[in-house]
């Protein structure tokens, strides 16, 4: 067995004795430090003495993380969340600078201490009485076996107390070769990777013998916190964590300067192997991992090794009819061959908020990787309309039979344009919603105000900022979008209803005993009046039947919406023209399941676009799955409210052109119905040129 000689001291400069200033505070704080320290010591001597005997370190070699469990609404297991399988590996079969790396990071004086570090430990608990918390750190290696080993996370004296007991133990009874072949065999590195061999394959797919210099450095560093250092999650983290350990084993003397300048310029590089956490459905899978972390507080490490019984929402049937239409190429444009055209859904019960079925990525992935159904934050184009404009109008006393203005128009300088550039003089609400014209709907927004628009889709759980405070918003012009979770949600608040429930995919947690430590308590919220949810649901079937959204028609039922976003208008997307787009939406729903729909590319660029300007694809996306989530369910219409009555509106116009224009409202109100725009005619101009 290869004994590692520490050296942070032989060799090392000595330590000047620095002058202390006038009015320093340095001797009070060191005779506070001194008697910290031997009231700890004390302390550990009495706990020792006492108990240090009954505590039972059996199973030290022999560690059994317990895998949780997913559970689908009907009770099913569907899915494993559990640790990769520990291979340990002997001490000569891990490199020393990964050993050396461990020790100057962690713990650098792992040799010469008995398992705890007083001096280390009191410094800590001095600056936990200060600060009056015990959240402080100061373990060592030995100790953190213990924890990870035989205690809980909680930061309570009693515990820390504990944990040096074991430590003390530990340190009895094994060498100190053993404690680290047992802790670099043992301990999390992220990514549901456990030990220097799993952590070696998950990262750079080779054996932990195999490792580098500035690789062992990397993996050195990852213990303290996962998550935050993951080079797959946080490269530039990972670096400057990689670069300090680097620092560290310099300092004390394990590696040379020329050692040290040559591993701290090379990249990051990595080549993480085949094998994926255990389980189906890994987008759904990783949703509840984000939801149990993020809205309940569990930690990846407990969920991986917890024994947690986590139950949901999912239905088996959604969401195998999403993975089945997401294997099939032949459902998504061609893309192309250098980037793969991504694409993401999102189907939920509208009555419940539960989602029950969901797909973050296009081809292969990897565990807690960027989940494109709740993480992606795009601009939904016309998709918001509903939301930020005929929604509120609604509400303002609008109906489908009011008249909207549809000429030029330019409000302090934004002048919007229809699709198809043409003007109508005034059109119908019905019409502009099911043509998804966009001059009527920047209209009607600032009629009724902007800040009327923006409450309603907040109080749809949209978090729009005051950056969004602009007319364009009325096209899903937003400072940093929304997911089609978000979507989802919202469009789920017109097939309730008017009632919002807000998107979850866990109902309750507990352990394996069936001791509940988690529930779900999602907001409900009435957004609008039912009657009004019912005309928008009207309005939107409309557009599914006769308007841009006809590639979502099923035999049941169905409103939504289209949505999509133009190129930038930069220099880079110079000279190119026709039906081209950088994002493509459709978000709609039946009397059962809501569904929101994203297709385009990670990184939109002069070679990677949509080539259509509509929303034909995500549109038949929308339709197949459903009608596979919907094979055998009895078809049934939606519910109008008792209290609704089409005969009550008034056929007239919602307020002449012009009603209610902000200051310096330059609008040109012109009623040139049929009438070609400027913009188009100078197209046809310029192709006339072309042409002759």
Not at 29 to 40: D, E, H, Q, S
Not at 160 to 189: R, S, T, V
Not at 195 to 217: H, P
Not at 496 to 512: F, L, P, R, S
């Amino acid at each position: 067995m290869v004994k590692i000689m520490v050296r942070p001291n032989k060799g090392a400069p000595p330590v000047k004795d620095k002058k202390r200033k006038p009015g320093s505070t340095r001797p009070r704080w060191g005779l506070r430090l001194f008697l910290t320290a031997i009231a700890l010591l004390l302390a550990l001597t009495i706990t020792s003495a006492i108990g240090i005997a009954q505590l039972d370190i059996s199973t030290l070699k022999n560690p059994m993380p317990l895998p949780s469990f997913i559970y689908d609404r009907n009770g099913e297991k569907v899915s494993q969340l559990s640790s990769s399988k520990i291979i340990p590996v002997s001490l000569e079969q891990i490199p020393l600078h990964l050993r050396q790396a461990v020790v100057a990071v962690e713990d650098r004086r792992f040799y010469e201490h008995p398992g705890v570090d007083v001096l280390s430990i009191a410094r800590a608990l001095a600056r936990d009485l200060k600060s009056q918390s015990w959240a402080e750190g100061g373990s060592t290696i030995t100790q953190q076996l213990a924890k990870n080993m035989f205690l809980t996370s909680d930061k309570s004296l009693g515990r820390k107390l504990k944990e040096a007991g074991y430590a003390l133990k530990i340190d009895l009874l094994h060498d100190k070769d053993e404690i680290l072949e047992l802790y670099l065999n043992n301990i999390y590195f992220g990514e549901g990777s456990w030990g220097v061999q799993g952590a070696a394959k998950k990262y750079f797919g080779k054996d932990a013998a195999e490792l580098t210099l500035e690789e062992s450095a990397l993996l050195a560093g990852l213990p303290k916190a996962p998550t935050h250092y993951s080079p797959f999650q946080h490269t530039e983290k990972a670096l400057e964590r990689r670069n300090t350990v680097l620092a560290l084993m310099k300092e004390q003397q394990y590696i040379t300067e020329e050692e040290y300048q040559a591993a701290v310029t090379q990249p990051i590089v990595l080549a993480p192997a085949e094998e994926e956490l255990k389980g189906k459905y890994p987008s759904y899978r990783d949703y509840v991992v984000q939801e149990a972390i993020g809205r309940y507080g569990f930690t990846e490490e407990e969920i991986l090794t917890g024994g947690l019984q986590i139950y949901t929402e999912l239905d088996p049937i959604v969401q195998e009819a999403v993975e089945e239409v997401y294997r099939e190429d032949s459902f998504f444009p061609a893309g192309k061959e250098d980037q793969l055209l991504q694409s993401a859904i999102v189907l939920l019960d509208h009555t419940s908020g539960g989602v029950r079925g969901l797909m973050g990525h296009r081809g292969p992935g990897v565990f807690r990787g960027f989940n494109r159904a709740t993480q992606l934050k795009r601009q939904p184009g016309s998709a918001f309309k509903p939301i930020v404009v005929y929604g509120p109008a609604l509400e303002k006393g609008y109906t489908p039979y009011s008249y909207l203005y549809d000429g030029e128009l330019n409000i302090n300088g934004y002048q919007p344009q229809n699709w198809d550039h043409r003007y109508r003089g005034q059109v119908s609400l019905t019409d502009a919603v099911t043509n998804s014209w966009n001059i009527p709907a920047v209209w009607l927004l600032n009629e009724i105000g902007i800040d009327t628009g923006l409450d309603y889709a907040r109080s749809m759980g949209l978090p729009l900022s005051e950056q969004d405070r602009h007319l364009s918003v009325a096209l899903g012009g937003l400072s940093e979008g929304v997911s089609p979770l978000q979507m989802a949600q919202a469009f789920g608040t017109f097939a309730n209803q008017g009632v919002m429930n807000e998107a979850h995919a866990i109902t309750k947690i507990t352990t394996q005993e069936g001791r509940v430590l988690a529930e779900a308590n999602p907001l409900s919220r009435q957004v609008t009046s039912p009657e009004h949810a019912y005309t928008m649901t009207r309005l939107l079937e409309n557009a599914v039947r006769y308007g841009t959204g006809t590639q979502a028609r099923l035999n049941r039922p169905t409103a939504g919406k289209t949505g999509t976003t133009q190129l930038p208008d930069t220099e880079e997307f110079a000279g190119i023209s026709g039906a081209v787009s950088k994002d493509a939406w459709f978000v709609g729903y039946t009397p059962e399941l809501t569904a929101a729909v994203w297709l385009g590319y990670d990184l939109t660029d002069r070679n990677h676009y949509l080539e259509t300007s509509g929303s034909a694809a995500p549109a038949a996306l929308f339709r197949e799955i459903m009608s596979r989530s919907l094979q055998g369910v009895a078809v049934v219409p939606f519910e109008a409210p008792p209290s609704y009555r089409e005969d009550k509106w008034p056929v007239e116009p919602g307020g002449k052109p012009g009603k209610g224009k902000e200051k310096n409202n330059e609008s040109k109100n012109k009623k040139d119905k049929g009438k070609k725009s400027e913009k188009e005619k100078e197209k046809e101009k310029k192709k006339k040129k072309e042409k002759d």
